[in-house]
């Protein structure tokens, strides 16, 4: 009979569901987040609750083994919410703990070489993010930008951003997860907010004035310096594809 | 401000910057000290063009007013078209209310050259300056230098930029004699010598005094045309490589000629951009720089252009196939590197992939090495490998017709007897 930990969908959570397994000793188990939890007939289930103090002792094995290249790629993988990433992620702290050294780079095993690719896919979204985040001053003279990406990689963004923009005040927020990244010259913190329906649009109610004008310049910008003899539309649907169009005011600046 | 009059300035001095190709951002170390941006390591393309090239920096001409007259290129002085210049102040806005909205890395500054070489230089420079001391940015800025301008300019310059660059623009002395008669090629050369004696007198600097200031961190770069003029592909390269020897280019780009002029001595307006020739001097220029492979090996007396139909590596491969097979188990980096399909990227999963096991063809396959062209090169730890003795025809033949090329229509008649 299979057994299932659901854990609350937090890192805590998944490291304190493998230290259970362990203190448990149980064998053929599967770690499920609650929001991704179907209930079956033919299993046993245990709910996980998150207890720092075991997630602690996990991830402390993980970097006595492990060289930090090991840990970074559990935690970004973790990030890309992917349904049953948390298996993989098991799977690799269980061989990091019997082999006692990095496997980071051991492709030739499935769960290495998927988390890789999973890993590969995280840093390209950060990436993308790290470019297409597209500031727009408001009123109070915060530089605030809208996001929706596919995983959620919105704590890789801080140190980035933090470092770049370090004399003004800004705010990344990630609308589908609904929460954002606030730094208010000091440090970062992480907010919530409940954001107008319009917000997309650049309101006078809330942007500068000014603000529409750089867009335009921007979106003025952006048509003049293509060149129309080499057009390419696969390619640049390629490098910046549609789902994130609504968020690029080169793209999306309407009524002008 | 007047946003309508910038925009309409804007319009005209980007779309005539828009040539120069070079776009990257990355190279530089500039930390961010209590001011705005920074620039490290990795560049970040902040859009694409509908043309699928990056938008990463600023690009724009201080202006498009100019006393020469090249042939091959927008701005000359008998062209008919609109021309306008930006004050120096209106660009420091620009640049950096675009930084801070995270539209752009920084500012790729370029200029038509208005009354002579040195006055225009000097206001380049000034824009730099201004950026640096007034604004306290950080982000990156490339200048141009401007042919013929004077050694003590082209220093004040790397003390503000990360990179410089003077785009030589036609690949052969006769070809610039055709295109542009008031350039000479020493125009051209000079200002790049004293930017690579500046770098290297600020490295050796900088060794012992650590508080030298830091001079055009991102090196210097240059861009050609190609298809302008009746050049080879091994003229275009011999000249790249010389250029990267002689005065330590971080890159050379090379830029499809895009017809603009209605001038006999040019390709008519309506040819098609070479962008597959393009594409093949961009993959020779990477097989010299990260591959180990030397220009003679690639392009020589017998074969002065590079084929269209297969990349430059392939394309040696089958002239030296009794180099081949080898075994992937065994061979070290520098022979990995020359087998057809696999690049640097695949090259280093193997190295350390086969640290742990005997790497066969399933192996391979799951770390994600290409095999369509690689498997007629090499053999692995499995019984199965291609045995049959291929001719380089035959080779050539099998890869062609498993892969789609895009420039299909592009490429001769004949494959379409196959496709």
């Given at each position: 009979?299979?057994?299932?930990?659901?854990?609350?969908?937090?890192?805590?959570?998944?490291?304190?569901?493998?230290?259970?397994?362990?203190?448990?000793?149980?064998?053929?188990?599967?770690?499920?987040?609650?929001?991704?939890?179907?209930?079956?007939?033919?299993?046993?289930?245990?709910?996980?609750?998150?207890?720092?103090?075991?997630?602690?002792?996990?991830?402390?094995?993980?970097?006595?083994?492990?060289?930090?290249?090991?840990?970074?790629?559990?935690?970004?993988?973790?990030?890309?919410?992917?349904?049953?990433?948390?298996?993989?992620l098991?799977?690799?702290?269980?061989?990091?703990?019997?082999?006692?050294?990095?496997?980071?780079?051991?492709?030739?095993?499935?769960?290495?070489?998927?988390?890789?690719?999973?890993?590969?896919?995280?840093?390209?979204?950060?990436h993308?993010?790290?470019?297409?985040?597209?500031?727009?001053?408001?009123?109070d003279?915060?530089?605030?930008?809208?996001?929706?990406?596919?995983?959620?990689?919105?704590?890789?963004?801080?140190?980035?951003?933090?470092?770049?923009?370090?004399?003004?005040?800004?705010?990344?927020?990630d609308?589908?997860?609904?929460?954002?990244?606030?730094?208010d010259?000091?440090?970062?913190?992480?907010?919530?907010?409940?954001?107008?329906?319009?917000?997309?649009?650049?309101?006078?109610?809330?942007?500068?004035?000014e603000?529409?004008?750089?867009?335009?310049?921007?979106?003025?910008?952006?048509?003049?310096t293509?060149?129309?003899?080499?057009?390419?539309?696969?390619?640049?649907?390629?490098?910046?594809?549609?789902?994130?169009?609504?968020?690029?005011?080169?793209?999306?600046?309407?009524?002008? | 401000?007047?946003?309508?009059?910038?925009?309409?300035?804007?319009?005209?001095?980007?779309?005539?910057?828009?040539?120069?190709?070079?776009?990257?951002?990355?190279?530089?170390?500039?930390?961010?000290?209590n001011?705005?941006?920074?620039?490290?390591?990795?560049?970040?393309?902040?859009?694409?063009?509908?043309?699928?090239?990056?938008?990463?920096?600023?690009?724009?001409?201080?202006?498009?007013?100019?006393i020469?007259?090249?042939?091959?290129?927008v701005?000359?002085?008998s062209?008919?078209?609109?021309?306008?210049?930006?004050?120096?102040?209106?660009?420091?806005?620009?640049?950096?209310?675009?930084?801070?909205?995270?539209?752009?890395?920084?500012?790729?500054?370029?200029?038509?050259?208005?009354?002579?070489?040195?006055?225009?230089?000097?206001?380049?420079?000034?824009?730099?300056?201004?950026?640096?001391?007034?604004?306290?940015?950080?982000?990156?800025?490339?200048?141009?230098?401007?042919?013929?301008?004077?050694?003590?300019?082209?220093?004040?310059?790397?003390?503000?930029?990360?990179?410089?660059?003077?785009?030589?623009?036609?690949?052969?002395?006769?070809?610039?004699?055709?295109?542009?008669?008031d350039?000479?090629?020493?125009?051209?050369?000079?200002?790049?010598?004293?930017?690579?004696?500046?770098?290297?007198?600020?490295?050796?600097?900088?060794?012992?005094?650590?508080?030298?200031?830091?001079?055009?961190?991102?090196?210097?770069?240059?861009?050609?045309?190609?298809?302008?003029?009746?050049?080879?592909?091994?003229?275009?390269m011999?000249?790249?490589?010389?250029l990267?020897?002689?005065?330590?280019?971080?890159?050379?780009?090379?830029?499809?000629?895009?017809?603009?002029?209605?001038?006999?001595?040019?390709?008519?307006?309506g040819?098609?951009?070479?962008?597959?020739?393009?594409?093949?001097?961009?993959?020779?220029?990477?097989?010299?720089?990260?591959?180990?492979?030397?220009?003679?090996?690639?392009?020589?007396?017998?074969?002065?252009?590079?084929?269209?139909?297969?990349?430059?590596?392939?394309?040696?491969?089958?002239?030296?196939?009794?180099?081949?097979?080898i075994?992937?188990?065994?061979?070290?980096?520098?022979?990995?590197?020359?087998?057809?399909?696999?690049?640097?990227?695949?090259?280093?999963?193997?190295?350390?992939?086969?640290?742990?096991?005997?790497?066969?063809?399933?192996?391979?396959?799951k770390?994600?090495?290409?095999?369509?062209?690689?498997?007629?090169?090499?053999?692995?730890?499995?019984?199965?490998?291609?045995?049959?003795?291929?001719?380089?025809?035959?080779?050539?033949?099998?890869?062609?017709?498993?892969?789609?090329?895009?420039?299909?229509?592009?490429?001769?008649?004949?494959l379409?007897l196959?496709?």
């Open positions: 009979m299979q057994n299932t930990f659901i854990y609350d969908g937090s890192f805590n959570g998944l490291l304190t569901a493998i230290f259970e397994i362990y203190e448990l000793k149980i064998k053929n188990v599967r770690i499920v987040a609650k929001h991704y939890y179907e209930a079956s007939f033919f299993e046993e289930y245990h709910e996980v609750i998150t207890n720092e103090e075991k997630a602690n002792r996990v991830w402390k094995a993980v970097i006595k083994y492990g060289k930090p290249i090991d840990a970074h790629l559990i935690y970004r993988c973790f990030l890309s919410e992917i349904n049953g990433i948390e298996q993989n098991f799977n690799y702290i269980k061989i990091l703990i019997s082999k006692k050294q990095s496997i980071a780079k051991d492709y030739g095993q499935a769960d290495v070489f998927h988390l890789a690719e999973v890993n590969k896919k995280i840093g390209r979204e950060k993308r993010m790290d470019a297409f985040v597209r500031f727009r001053k408001t009123k003279n915060i530089y605030f930008a809208s996001i929706s990406p596919d995983f959620n990689v919105l704590p890789l963004l801080e140190k980035h951003f933090q470092k770049r923009y370090a004399d003004q005040l800004w705010c990344i927020y609308i589908c997860r609904n929460y954002g990244l606030y730094y010259l000091n440090s970062v913190k992480i907010v919530h907010f409940d954001l107008p329906e319009n917000i997309l649009n650049t309101s006078d109610e809330i942007f500068q004035k603000e529409i004008q750089y867009q335009k310049l921007w979106k003025n910008y952006f048509e003049s293509n060149i129309k003899a080499r057009a390419n539309q696969k390619l640049h649907e390629q490098h910046v594809p549609r789902r994130y169009w609504k968020y690029l005011s080169e793209k999306n600046l309407l009524n002008w | 401000m007047d946003y309508d009059r910038i925009k309409e300035k804007l319009n005209i001095l980007a779309d005539a910057a828009k040539y120069d190709v070079s776009c990257s951002s990355s190279g530089s170390n500039r930390k961010n000290k001011g705005l941006g920074n620039s490290s390591g990795t560049g970040i393309c902040h859009s694409y063009t509908p043309d699928g090239r990056c938008i990463s920096l600023l690009k724009i001409l201080l202006t498009n007013h100019c020469y007259d090249c042939a091959y290129c701005t000359r002085k062209n008919d078209i609109k021309r306008a210049a930006f004050k120096v102040q209106e660009v420091v806005d620009l640049t950096i209310n675009f930084y801070r909205r995270n539209f752009i890395e920084g500012l790729f500054l370029s200029s038509g050259i208005f009354k002579s070489p040195d006055h225009t230089m000097e206001r380049l420079i000034r824009v730099a300056k201004k950026l640096r001391e007034e604004e306290s940015f950080n982000g990156y800025i490339h200048l141009k230098s401007i042919p013929g301008a004077s050694d003590e300019l082209m220093y004040e310059a790397g003390l503000y930029a990360d990179r410089l660059s003077v785009n030589i623009e036609i690949p052969t002395r006769e070809g610039l004699k055709l295109l542009a008669p350039k000479d090629r020493k125009d051209f050369l000079k200002p790049m010598k004293k930017v690579r004696n500046e770098i290297d007198k600020y490295k050796s600097e900088k060794k012992i005094i650590k508080s030298t200031p830091t001079y055009a961190p991102a090196g210097q770069s240059t861009q050609m045309i190609v298809g302008a003029t009746q050049e080879t592909d091994a003229e275009v011999y000249t790249a490589t010389y990267y020897k002689k005065y330590n280019m971080k890159r050379v780009y090379y830029s499809g000629y895009i017809p603009i002029s209605y001038d006999s001595r040019l390709p008519a307006i040819t098609e951009v070479p962008m597959m020739r393009e594409n093949r001097l961009y993959q020779t220029d990477w097989l010299l720089r990260f591959y180990g492979f030397s220009i003679e090996e690639l392009l020589n007396k017998e074969h002065p252009n590079l084929e269209s139909d297969i990349d430059p590596k392939l394309s040696w491969a089958l002239r030296n196939l009794h180099l081949f097979p075994d992937i188990n065994k061979a070290d980096k520098q022979l990995l590197a020359r087998v057809p399909g696999l690049g640097m990227k695949s090259v280093y999963k193997i190295l350390s992939g086969r640290r742990y096991r005997k790497l066969g063809w399933e192996h391979l396959k770390m994600g090495v290409a095999l369509n062209r690689s498997k007629y090169f090499i053999t692995c730890s499995s019984r199965y490998f291609e045995t049959k003795d291929y001719t380089p025809q035959q080779i050539k033949q099998r890869i062609l017709s498993e892969g789609h090329s895009k420039y299909q229509k592009t490429l001769s008649n004949q379409n196959f496709g």
